[in-house]
């Protein structure tokens, strides 16, 4: 939640000339708002219908995804992801998450509209044996979200066999 996944998502997608999909974008255009969502059906049907989105954006051509913070919390998710993507944890300072929350007009149903430094240590804490799972972590720079997103595209090369971005028969990237 608010680590950024979406703009640096954007920049490398175009620093590695994929297209982005942002599966959150797939969950309101199916389904509506997703705080509406989360309010109608719940934590536990939510995470099932990102975890529909996570495999339509799979399925669909090579693409840099990026997934809401909790995606992983959902056992088939996490499956679907570590069977086939290239998995990237943006590592960012719980003191910078929320700045950005605080910051933000997107309303997050687990940290409310006043987010507390409390409550989201408390979920970060609770995720971040799961996003320590990803094949890559990148912490966030003192630079921008541009410098950022061609760290990660530097990393996704040097682990590719040939020194590049990955091809279409490799584990893709996602976030």
Known sequence: MAAGKTTVGRHLARELGLP???????????????AA????????GFRAAECAAVREALDGPLAVIALGGGAITYEPTRALLAAR???????????TLVYRLRRSRTVRPLVGTDPTIERVRELLDAREPLYREADLTVRSPQTSKLA??????????????EGSAPGPASKGPAQ
């Open 20 to 34: 982005f999909i942002d599966t959150d974008d797939l969950i309101v255009a199916r389904e509506g708002p997703i």
């Open 37 to 44: 969502l989360f309010a109608r059906v719940g934590e536990v």
């Open 85 to 95: 993507a290239l998995r990237v944890y943006l590592d960012v300072p719980v003191e």
């Open 148 to 161: 950022y997103a061609r760290r990660i595209a530097f990393e996704i090369a040097a682990r590719s066999p």
